[in-house]
């Protein structure tokens, strides 16, 4: 005999199946999570008693370099350990900074401690302290930014404003070796190590003349006021030495070399700079007047900056400039004085850094964009 179904009720029926499978789905999921994450947990706390000094020994151990003006400490620091434990790892070590260490003495302390990733929490200037200490290591680096420009964590598309995911990173990130590139402002002084660009001149002037206090309130916007006073200025003479060999005699307004060459903003200085290629990519800035900084910025904009309106991108692994007077001089935008002479080299490969995993790049992506 056969059964003829009501159109209405047997749409009521498949609907009815459609939401009990949908249900099953999520609840089975929620169900799945929740023991995933049990286990995790349970690992994290270690088993049983008689086992949890063998499994703390045997578990990595991360460092955490904070600068104290730029977070809150105890907030990080807790947040740090509870990620950790979350990830089966040791509570991390946690050193901070003050004015008389920006970061190197504290990695090394944490080298010592045989540390197993050491994580610069704080603005480019830790970055660039912590990458000091490391380089040449096989200890890798991870990165909390949270500074102005943050400029490393921009070129290696680490996450700005999620410091979770900053921290889960650093702990599980794919390791990737870049280059570094050093500095000295006398031939005999002392050597620095910077990350993204080191300049002489004008984009140096105007590190050395942004507003802290304007800074803390705009951001990056602050140095676009800073740098408008300084538009208009002279042109100093300045004599470029390319790998020992190549010479270039010049009235120029900045000249700066670059490990990589994104700003904030998305803006792309150096658009072909390769952060792991083994060279330094150096920008020539050589405007007369306001007229020719608007072609300056066009060139900028439209990522024509190496051969564009008076500017001049060359590739060396070595540079010297030298000049009759004395000019800023900033490190990863930090101003370090003044000087005559500024000479760069490149250190290929020589700083490992956690960057985010593709999964990784995928869960922030999804956090983002909830479904």
């Known amino acids: 005999m056969t059964i003829a179904l009501d159109p209405m009720m047997t749409w009521f029926v498949v609907a009815g199946i459609i939401v009990v499978l949908v249900v099953a789905f999520f609840v089975g999921h929620r169900i799945g999570t929740r023991r995933a994450l049990s286990r995790v947990r349970q690992y994290a706390r270690g088993t049983d008693s008689e086992s949890t000094e063998i499994e703390l020994s045997s578990r990595y151990r991360a460092a955490l370099v904070v600068n104290p003006t730029k977070a809150d400490v105890s907030r990080l620091s807790s947040t740090a350990e509870a990620i950790c434990r979350f990830e089966g790892w040791n509570p991390p070590l946690v050193i901070e900074t003050t004015p008389e ?3 190197e003495g504290a990695t090394s302390r944490a080298l010592d401690e045989g540390v197993d990733v050491v994580i610069a929490a704080g603005g480019d200037g830790t970055v660039r302290a912590v990458a000091s200490a490391l380089a040449g290591s096989e200890t890798p680096m991870g990165i909390v930014p949270l500074g102005t420009g943050n400029l490393l964590s921009r070129n290696l598309d680490i996450v700005l404003d999620k410091t979770e995911w900053a921290l889960r990173i650093a702990l599980w990130g794919r390791n990737r070796k870049i280059d570094v590139g050093t500095a000295k402002t006398a031939e005999d002084g002392d050597t620095h190590v910077f ?21 803390s309130r705009l951001g990056w916007l602050a140095y676009v006021e800073a740098g408008s006073r300084k538009l208009v200025g002279r042109p100093s003479q300045v004599k470029v030495t390319f790998d020992d060999d190549y010479r270039v005699s010049a009235r120029v ?44 910025l066009a060139s900028v904009l439209g990522r024509k900056t190496s051969k564009g309106l008076h500017t001049d991108i060359r590739k060396c692994q070595k540079v010297v400039i030298e000049s009759g007077e004395e000019l800023d001089v900033q490190l990863d935008g930090d101003p370090i004085g003044q000087s005559g002479y500024l000479a760069m080299e490149v250190m290929p490969a020589a700083l490992t850094v956690r960057v985010p995993t593709v999964e990784q790049r995928k869960q922030i992506r999804a956090e983002a964009w909830p479904i």
Request: aromatic letters at 2%.
């Open 101 to 103: 260490d920006s970061g």
């Open 195 to 215: 990350t993204v660009m080191t300049g002489l001149g004008f984009d140096a002037a105007v590190m050395a003349d942004t507003n802290s206090d304007l800074k």
């Open 253 to 296: 307004r900045s000249v700066l070399g670059g490990n990589c060459g994104k700003l904030q903003g998305g803006i792309q200085l150096l658009p072909q700079a390769v952060i792991d290629d083994g060279m330094l990519d150096v920008l020539i800035v050589s405007p007369k007047n306001l007229g020719q900084w608007v072609g300056v």
